[in-house]
Each structure stands twice: as C-alpha cells, then as structure tokens.
C-alpha cells in the first residue's frame, strides 16, 4: 500500500510522508558558537587540538584522521565555551571558493578533546527534536543541491556564510526520533559501502597513472627494443641508455625564445592537468570567472606551437608542450627545438618522465610557492640525442600505450561521479521521505 503524502511548502524538499513534520532549522539548534583561533601553543595544560577547515574531511562528513593536527593555547574560560562534544556539527562559515562554496559540515565523532578555529561555527543539537546524525545528512543534501548558495554573501574574494538568516529562514522535515534513528543507520552502511568503492577506485587510479609513469620513463631513457645493447652514458639522472644513442648539450636541441607578445594575441595559460590552452578555455573548464583582464602585452612572452613551456615559479611536473600560437606569463621560460635533431611529440613524453622532473628539480632553488626555474636550470642536465626515426617509434609507441591507460583512467573517473551522484541523491531520498526507510 503506498504511503499518504502531503506538499511540506518547502519548494526543495517537495512531497512528504504525512506523518513528517515541518520545522525551522533554528528550532533543531540548542547552542551554536564562534570558533576562535586561540594564541600559538606554550606548552601547558592549555594547550589543545584546534580544528581548522583545513582538518574537514567532507565526503567521510568527519574529521581526517591525522597524527600532526593543529595545537593552540586558550584561557580557561574559552576552553569552557569551546570544547567539543560528541555530536557537534561544525559549519564552514567562512573561506570557500568558486567549485566548493563555503557551508560544508562535518560531525564530532572524535574521543580526544579539541576547540576549533575562527573560521567555523558550532551547532549543538536538540536532542529531543532531532538526531545529530539525521540532521547532519540534511545538511549535507541541503549544501550538495546547491541551496546553501542563497545564504552565502562575497567580500574581498572571501565568501561568509549568513547562518543566522539559514538557520532562521530554512525548513526541514523530521520524523519521529525512531524513525531518524532508522534512518540513520540506513545511511551509515550505505553511505559507507559507497564510500569504499569510491576510495577503491581512486587506488585503483593512483596505479594506473604511476603505471603510465613508469612506461612513458623506460620508453623514453631506455628506447622500446628489449635486445638494443645498453652503455654507461655518463648522465648520471638517466643511468644506461642503448649504446647508439649520444650524450648531448640541451643547448643543441632546444633554444630560449624571448619574443615579446604581439598585440592581439589570445592569452595561454599551462597548467599540469590541461597542458598550454586558451586562458578562457582554462577558466571555463576550471568554473571560475576571469577577474582580470591582461592588456599590457609587453611583460606577456610570445609563444610558437612546438614551444616548451617551463614555469620559473612552481616547477612540479615538467615541461609542457604547446600546441598552440599565442602570449603568455613572463614567469614561463619558452624553449623552441630544434627540429633537425629534436621530434616534439617524442620530447613531450621525454620532459614528464620521472626521471628527468626529479632531476630537474634537483638543480632548482625552492621559493615560497614552488621551486625557482630559469633556463639556465634546463641547460644543467645534458640529454640524449636520438635518431629522429627512432623518436617518432617511440612516440608513436606511448601514444597508444597512454591512450589505452587514459580510457582506463576515464571509466574510472566516470565510476566515480557516477557513485557520488547516486550517494547525494540516496541521502536526498531519505532525509526528505521520498524513499521509505522500515
């Protein structure tokens, strides 16, 4: 028989049981208090863990374990105020940014005692209202459908979170404390289980990727002929390459290029994950609003396809490769090759393997953000010198090899989201009574 539902006037939530009730969130709130950051730790008894947004661990709706959280000092009095109790929910009221806004909650399930920043606020439940873990899933539902964004006011790139007005404007829906309790546990071993496969996953793609790693590294510093004869080369970063490969100054294969940007060129940006493309193509696909508008093209650097990008200020990942004509920050070092002796497509493979990022690494001074690069880091490490047939096989051997790794890695990311959204809609179904818990 199918259950009696009515319209709960919440244009969110939609139908529900009959039996649910309707209540402001305000009334499920017995305490909420400020977070404060306390004074640098001294030591003494009044030293305590201080949670941070940072310690969130928001898919897991908990604190990440850790063994090196955050020690702070207070006095008595805030110690009192602030100490954490099991079943607290702390809210993000401040922080956030464009792809996580802030509002996320966590729940207190910790045994050690802890304060917790500025940045967060408390929530202590009513006890006799509603159960701290049912209302913890509805806020996670409330902030995954996107609805916390009505509550959320930006300044000076900062966003805050106006939880009095949620708090006072939003409603939810409750059933008896039984029935939230059955509810609960219902998530607990769902969520759970999703949990696992997710966390599975992303092993599973962690492997695939050091797995590509280690055969874009032997194909390009070992060649892809299992009975080539090896020889000592005298370039220690590389070790033993095939005997007709040569030693070579990387001054002979690539030059700096030190063209200014020409007036009406479309702006680069290189990134790790999408390589050298358009900036507006890169701020679509990041979901971010571009803020400021370059015009002043003589501190911009021209860029050719077939350029070798390196970045002087946060060296992590090697050499990009650009496809593409166009300006781009003064903070690259631009490197054009010198295609009698160099096959791009084979140096694109050669400067992400492992080998040569630590070694280049190595010759880096560390600055605050990353590692200072200059073009005299690249004329450090000498190179190889390849038949240009060779590069070409070699090239042509990874491009298929990681191609066959990348839809590996796709079908496993798409897994993911896939699971992510059947866990958002599962929390959605319960918390609001559209599928029915017994």
């Given at each position: 028989?199918?259950?009696e539902?009515?319209?709960?006037?919440?244009?969110?939530?939609g139908?529900?049981?009959?039996?649910?009730?309707?209540?402001?969130?305000k009334?499920?709130?017995?305490d909420?208090?400020?977070?404060?950051?306390?004074?640098?730790?001294?030591?003494?008894e009044?030293?305590f863990?201080?949670?941070?947004?940072?310690?969130?661990?928001?898919?897991?709706?908990r604190?990440?374990?850790?063994?090196?959280y955050?020690k702070r000092?207070?006095?008595k009095?805030?110690?009192?105020k602030?100490?954490?109790?099991?079943?607290?929910?702390?809210?993000?009221?401040?922080g956030?940014g464009?792809?996580?806004?802030?509002?996320?909650?966590?729940?207190f399930?910790?045994?050690?005692?802890a304060?917790y920043?500025?940045?967060?606020?408390?929530?202590?439940?009513?006890?006799?209202?509603?159960?701290p873990m049912?209302?913890?899933y509805?806020?996670?539902?409330?902030?995954?459908?996107?609805?916390i964004l009505n509550?959320?006011?930006q300044t000076t790139?900062i966003?805050?979170?106006?939880?009095?007005?949620?708090?006072?404007?939003?409603r939810?829906?409750?059933?008896?404390?039984?029935?939230q309790?059955?509810?609960v546990?219902f998530?607990?071993?769902?969520?759970?289980?999703?949990?696992?496969?997710?966390?599975?996953?992303?092993?599973?793609?962690?492997?695939?990727?050091?797995y590509?790693?280690?055969i874009?590294?032997?194909a390009?510093?070992?060649?892809?002929?299992?009975?080539v004869?090896?020889?000592d080369?005298?370039?220690?970063?590389?070790?033993?390459?095939p005997?007709h490969w040569?030693?070579?100054?990387?001054?002979?294969?690539?030059?700096?290029?030190?063209?200014?940007?020409?007036?009406g060129e479309?702006?680069?940006?290189a990134?790790?994950?999408y390589?050298?493309?358009?900036q507006d193509?890169f701020?679509?696909?990041?979901?971010?609003?571009?803020?400021?508008?370059?015009?002043?093209?003589?501190?911009?650097?021209?860029?050719?396809p077939?350029?070798?990008?390196?970045?002087?200020?946060s060296?992590?990942g090697?050499?990009?490769?650009?496809?593409?004509?166009?300006?781009?920050?003064?903070a690259y070092?631009m490197?054009?090759?010198?295609?009698?002796?160099?096959?791009?497509r084979?140096?694109?493979?050669f400067?992400?393997?492992?080998?040569?990022i630590?070694?280049?690494?190595?010759t880096?001074?560390?600055v605050?953000?990353?590692?200072?690069?200059?073009?005299?880091n690249?004329?450090?490490?000498?190179?190889?010198?390849?038949?240009?047939?060779?590069?070409?096989?070699?090239?042509?051997?990874?491009?298929?090899?990681t191609?066959?790794?990348?839809?590996?890695?796709?079908?496993?990311?798409a897994?993911?989201?896939?699971?992510?959204?059947?866990?958002?809609?599962l929390?959605y179904?319960?918390?609001?009574?559209?599928?029915?818990?017994?």
């Amino acid at each position: 028989m199918a259950r009696e539902m009515k319209d709960s006037g919440v244009e969110w939530i939609g139908e529900i049981p009959r039996e649910w009730e309707v209540k402001r969130v305000k009334s499920c709130i017995s305490d909420r208090t400020a977070g404060n950051w306390g004074e640098d730790k001294k030591n003494n008894e009044d030293d305590f863990i201080c949670i941070r947004v940072a310690d969130f661990d928001y898919e897991r709706m908990r604190i990440k374990k850790a063994n090196n959280y955050t020690k702070r000092n207070y006095n008595k009095t805030i110690i009192k105020k602030l100490l954490l109790k099991e079943n607290d929910i702390l809210i993000e009221k401040s922080g956030g940014g464009e792809k996580t806004p802030v509002g996320r909650t966590i729940i207190f399930k910790e045994k050690f005692p802890a304060l917790y920043a500025n940045f967060i606020e408390r929530l202590r439940v009513n006890f006799n209202i509603v159960n701290p873990m049912f209302l913890q899933y509805l806020f996670v539902t409330f902030y995954k459908n996107k609805y916390i964004l009505n509550y959320i006011k930006q300044t000076t790139g900062i966003q805050n979170l106006d939880i009095t007005s949620m708090l006072t404007n939003e409603r939810i829906v409750l059933p008896l404390l039984e029935k939230q309790e059955k509810i609960v546990n219902f998530l607990d071993k769902k969520v759970s289980d999703i949990d696992l496969i997710i966390e599975k996953t992303k092993i599973t793609i962690e492997d695939y990727k050091k797995y590509k790693q280690s055969i874009i590294t032997e194909a390009v510093t070992k060649g892809i002929n299992p009975n080539v004869e090896m020889k000592d080369n005298g370039i220690e970063w590389i070790g033993e390459i095939p005997k007709h490969w040569k030693k070579i100054n990387p001054k002979a294969l690539f030059f700096q290029r030190k063209e200014k940007a020409k007036k009406g060129e479309r702006q680069l940006t290189a990134s790790q994950k999408y390589g050298v493309i358009y900036q507006d193509d890169f701020m679509k696909k990041e979901g971010v609003r571009v803020t400021v508008v370059q015009k002043d093209f003589d501190i911009l650097k021209h860029v050719e396809p077939n350029d070798f990008v390196i970045s002087m200020r946060s060296f992590q990942g090697g050499l990009e490769y650009s496809e593409l004509a166009g300006s781009i920050s003064s903070a690259y070092v631009m490197l054009i090759p010198n295609l009698e002796k160099v096959t791009p497509r084979f140096f694109k493979y050669f400067f992400k393997s492992s080998k040569y990022i630590n070694a280049l690494q190595s010759t880096s001074n560390l600055v605050r953000d990353g590692q200072a690069m200059r073009y005299s880091n690249f004329t450090q490490l000498y190179l190889v010198e390849i038949p240009l047939e060779e590069q070409n096989q070699i090239a042509e051997y990874l491009d298929k090899k990681t191609s066959e790794i990348d839809t590996l890695i796709t079908k496993k990311e798409a897994l993911i989201t896939e699971l992510e959204e059947y866990k958002k809609s599962l929390i959605y179904e319960c918390v609001t009574g559209k599928k029915e818990i017994k």
